[in-house]
């Protein structure tokens, strides 16, 4: 059934999880044939200053576009890619696209956005995961400073073994890490400790519950808060409301990412935001004072 998420269409997902499920096999062949055929795009949604509310960076996220099956979420098709490896391709294609298109907004706008992009478990395992990003940063030019990769904390630091030390090599190449969905896992503060965290993205069931949960609110509040002693950067994701604004502004949360702001753009949509953006500083400008 299909599911409407918003106004684009590229919301509209008509493959649900069921359907996945059911049809497993068949998607795992025909995503064989996704990067190769055209089918894949990246969606970027902005992140943005707490307190100025001025764009800051963005996030990249993947989609699968099938001729007939419409758009398929990542949230369906990124474990069949796990499963089937098909996922180092796909994720490298999704990097090499983000970072291009990062570094024609920094030349067209001459504004340093920062470029968040999803990493899997099976990718942190990749040995040439370091060669890899190296190759994508020198072919497309993109300063290593502006990428920051996103490791969900949902990862085993055990059960992949080479996590710790690719985060490192990541880290070592100027790349910066976010741990995403954190507390969600079992492990957060064990993830905190051992890996080398710029910042972290405060996972949206906890934004959600802000208004609803005084315990959510609690663990929104301390998050924060620890993030700050560890000198760590702290974003809120799925800031839907205002009242998710105000409070995570209250308690000083530095960056905010969510549909109240926007939801992920297509490249044609998000290159508007910017000019847009651009239009107006530049009026605000040429006022007379
Ligand atoms: P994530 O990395 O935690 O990404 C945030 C998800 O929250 C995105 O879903 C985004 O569209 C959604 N979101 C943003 N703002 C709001 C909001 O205000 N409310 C709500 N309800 N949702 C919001 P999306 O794009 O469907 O991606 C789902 C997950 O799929 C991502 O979660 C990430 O784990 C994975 N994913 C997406 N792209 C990639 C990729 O290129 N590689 C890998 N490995 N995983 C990816
Ligand atoms: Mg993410
Ligand atoms: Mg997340
Ligand atoms: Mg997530």
Not at 79 to 92: K, N, Q, R
Not at 156 to 161: D, F
Not at 263 to 281: N, T, W, Y
Request: hydrophobic content about 40%; aromatic content about 6%.
């Amino acid at each position: 059934a299909a599911k409407h998420e918003g106004r684009n269409n590229f919301q509209i997902y008509e493959v649900s999880p069921e359907y996945a499920l059911q049809h497993g096999m068949a998607l795992k062949t025909r995503l064989r044939h996704a990067e190769g055929n055209g089918e894949l795009r990246v969606v970027y949604q902005p992140q943005v200053d707490a307190k100025s509310e001025d764009i800051v960076g963005m996030e990249a996220l993947v989609r699968w576009e099938h001729p007939e099956l419409g758009m398929i979420s990542p949230a369906v098709f990124i474990p069949l890619a796990e499963e089937t490896g098909l996922i180092v391709s796909i994720g490298e294609w999704v990097m090499r696209t983000a970072c291009l298109q990062a570094k024609e907004w920094e030349q067209r706008y001459g504004l340093r956005l920062r470029l968040g992009v999803n990493l899997s478990a099976v990718q942190l395992m990749e040995p040439q995961l370091l060669d890899t990003v190296a190759r994508v940063l020198r072919e497309t030019d993109l300063d290593p400073a502006l990428l920051e990769m996103e490791v969900t904390e949902s990862i085993s630091i055990k059960a992949v073994p080479n996590l710790v030390e690719n985060l490192h090599g990541l880290h070592n190449l100027g790349c910066h890490i976010a741990i995403d969905d954190f507390g969600t896992g079992a492990a957060s503060l064990d993830y905190l400790r051992r890996l080398p965290a710029d910042r972290i993205k405060v996972d949206q069931s906890f934004v959600r519950n802000i208004g609803v949960d005084p315990d959510d609110e609690a663990i929104v509040r301390a998050t924060i808060e620890m993030a700050h002693r560890l000198k760590r950067a702290v974003v809120a994701e799925g800031v839907e409301i205002e009242q998710h604004l105000q409070f995570l502004r209250e308690h000083g949360c530095d960056e905010l990412q969510g549909y109240l702001f926007c939801r992920p753009l297509q490249p044609v949509s998000f290159d508007k935001l910017l000019a847009e953006r651009q239009r107006l500083l530049e009026a605000r400008v040429a006022e007379p004072a």
